[in-house]
């Protein structure tokens, strides 16, 4: 059995090392940080990060009656904000490393958790090993089966190259996509040059995501922007992601999370407009009709279901966000 995932507009990645600007990511309104163990924090630091990171686990399990950051599998109420979501990106499975990874991933798998972030992912066979070791913590801690999710970084050509596969590999997999950054792994494993208006990876971007949806992985996302400082960049980006099908973002500074947040969420407008279009198509089948004209353009049942659809998912005051961003 694996626990129902949720959208995740915004993945907040925060240094393993600095488990403190913790409440930052909260108070930005991030649907989710990531506590990063790997590339953000030097060797000689890993194993103290790792302990940080697991008391940063510990410590949101007591707080989440408090409304502070929490592993719940729900968003809030109507109105009311969701919990952050908490995931560790651990470093990578690989004997070389000494199972370092294997460490990390041991010692934060634990109540409070939401999921793990697999780095360095070139095929089935990591998300295999990574799926196993979470079942033992998983039984270790009195868990349900599938309660961690797992989301593997497609970092190199193989891993790309096999993104069904390893989407297929477990059925935990959640958040799957493609993430690309200038001067970042994936650019220097493709060899593409990267640029703003990001035209050489936008197919790359789009095959994962068909991989990610034809491999029936839940809310995939992508990522991310390297320029602090260029909020409009970021979101004609983040727009880019999300017209491609996208449900979310990771991203790198607090800055970012309410202009992604924004983009990943529809607006007021758009679900009025479901609920207008949705009344439109239903008047018409008790008419007797198929199909009608609908603000200008034809409209049947496949497109009320997805306005259906739409509202299902935002209809509950998500779209206001998390701290009345939308």
Same mark, same amino acid.
């Given at each position: 059995?694996?626990?129902?995932?949720?959208?995740? %507009?915004?993945?907040?990645?925060?240094?393993?090392?600095?488990?403190?600007?913790?409440?930052?990511?909260?108070?930005?309104?991030?649907?989710?940080?990531?506590? #990063?163990?790997?590339?953000?924090?030097?060797?000689?630091?890993?194993?103290?990060?790792?302990?940080?990171?697991?008391?940063?686990?510990?410590?949101?399990?007591?707080?989440?009656? #408090?409304?502070?950051?929490?592993?719940?599998?729900?968003?809030?109420?109507?109105?009311?904000?969701?919990?952050?979501?908490?995931?560790?990106?651990?470093?990578?499975? #690989?004997?070389?490393?000494?199972?370092?990874?294997?460490?990390?991933?041991?010692?934060?798998?634990?109540?409070?958790?939401?999921?793990?972030?697999?780095?360095?992912?070139?095929?089935?066979?990591?998300?295999?090993?990574?799926?196993?070791?979470?079942?033992?913590?998983?039984?270790?801690?009195?868990?349900?089966?599938?309660?961690?999710?797992?989301?593997?970084?497609?970092?190199?050509?193989?891993?790309?190259?096999?993104?069904?596969?390893? =989407?297929?590999?477990?059925?935990?997999?959640?958040?799957?996509?493609?993430?690309?950054?200038?001067?970042?792994?994936?650019?220097?494993?493709?060899?593409?040059?990267?640029?703003?208006?990001?035209?050489?990876? %936008?197919?790359?971007?789009?095959?994962?995501?068909?991989?990610?949806?034809?491999? #029936?992985?839940?809310?995939?996302?992508?990522?991310?922007?390297?320029?602090?400082?260029? +909020?409009?960049?970021?979101? %004609?980006?983040?727009?880019?992601?999300?017209?491609?099908?996208?449900?979310?973002?990771?991203?790198?500074?607090?800055?970012?999370?309410?202009?992604?947040?924004?983009?990943?969420?529809?607006?007021?407008?758009?679900?009025?407009?479901?609920?207008?279009?949705?009344?439109?198509?239903?008047?018409?089948?008790?008419?007797?009709?198929?199909?009608? +004209?609908?603000?200008? %353009?034809?409209?049947?049942?496949?497109?009320?279901?997805?306005?259906?659809?739409?509202?299902?998912?935002?209809?509950? =005051?998500?779209?206001?966000?998390?701290?009345?961003? =939308?």
């Amino acid at each position: 059995m694996t626990t129902h995932r949720v959208p995740l %507009r915004s993945l907040l990645f925060v240094p393993g090392s600095r488990t403190d600007w913790l409440p930052k990511a909260e108070a930005a309104g991030a649907d989710a940080a990531i506590l #990063d163990l790997e590339d953000a924090v030097p060797e000689d630091g890993k194993a103290a990060a790792r302990e940080a990171v697991a008391g940063a686990v510990d410590r949101s399990v007591a707080g989440a009656a #408090d409304g502070a950051v929490s592993g719940a599998e729900d968003r809030g109420a109507a109105g009311t904000p969701a919990p952050m979501r908490l995931l560790v990106r651990i470093n990578a499975l #690989d004997r070389a490393t000494g199972w370092q990874g294997a460490d990390d991933l041991r010692a934060v798998a634990r109540p409070g958790l939401y999921g793990i972030v697999l780095p360095k992912v070139s095929g089935p066979e990591d998300v295999t090993t990574a799926d196993r070791l979470l079942a033992w913590c998983e039984r270790e801690h009195g868990l349900p089966e599938g309660h961690f999710a797992l989301l593997p970084l497609l970092e190199t050509a193989r891993g790309l190259r096999e993104a069904y596969a390893i =989407g297929r590999a477990a059925t935990r997999i959640a958040h799957l996509g493609a993430v690309t950054a200038p001067g970042g792994d994936v650019e220097r494993a493709i060899g593409y040059r990267w640029s703003p208006e990001g035209e050489e990876t %936008r197919e790359l971007r789009a095959r994962a995501l068909l991989d990610a949806r034809a491999a #029936d992985r839940p809310h995939p996302v992508a990522g991310l922007w390297a320029d602090v400082a260029d +909020l409009a960049g970021l979101r %004609r980006f983040a727009e880019q992601n999300r017209a491609l099908g996208y449900e979310g973002m990771a991203v790198i500074h607090p800055s970012h999370v309410p202009v992604v947040n924004e983009v990943f969420a529809p607006d007021a407008e758009e679900l009025a407009r479901c609920g207008r279009l949705i009344a439109a198509v239903e008047r018409a089948q008790a008419e007797g009709a198929g199909a009608v +004209l609908f603000e200008g %353009r034809m409209a049947d049942e496949a497109m009320a279901a997805t306005a259906r659809h739409t509202l299902s998912r935002h209809g509950g =005051g998500w779209v206001l966000g998390r701290h009345g961003w =939308g």
